[in-house]
């Protein structure tokens, strides 16, 4: 078997659907693989770090890094920006690592324009319900921040066809062994997913 390549796992879906519980458990499970940390001009929430959370950083600051380039791709998301620095995780690839990015659906297109080899996974929730219910009892954004989140959550739900891979978060278990499923075959050059 040929030695597994470096690969972009993109792991999109609408807020609250769980993307972070899967990429914790998909990166245990891969010991190479590498979180990606984005830059944010959101304020942090209670408990979030700076550099390990996000790079929480000023608008200013973040429109003189899309000018330098240094963003593999970026969006706004809920009145506020996020992008993925790219020579963190160009370098992780060049080193054959899994580089795992939790981003929005304009992200998760772009990054697939610029490497089509990119794998980009979408997480769907069980129903447009449970995902409010979820988003709520996260207890993490005001009541109309959630409205944000969820109107955003009917578009990128629309979208989810455009993935390589979709799959419902209703039974962790099975929808991490899905993902696991679907970055072995890419990396060893299996047939697409
Ligand atoms: P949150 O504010 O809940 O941390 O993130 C809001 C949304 O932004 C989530 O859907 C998350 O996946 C997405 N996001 C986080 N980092 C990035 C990034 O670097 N680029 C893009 N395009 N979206 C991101």
Redesign the pocket.
Known sequence: MSDPRGLLVVI?GP?GVG?GTVHARVRAALPESVLSV???T?PPREGERDGVHYHFVDLETFERRIADGALL???E??GHR???PRQPAEEAIAQGRVVVL???L??ALQVKQHDPDALLVFLEPPSFQELERRLRARGTEDPDAIGRRLDRAWEELAAGDRFDVRVVNDDLDRCVAEVLAAIEARRHGHART
């Open positions: 999109a807020s993307k984005s830059m944010t959101r791709e970026w969006a998301y809920a996020y992008g993925t939790d981003i929005e304009q992200g």
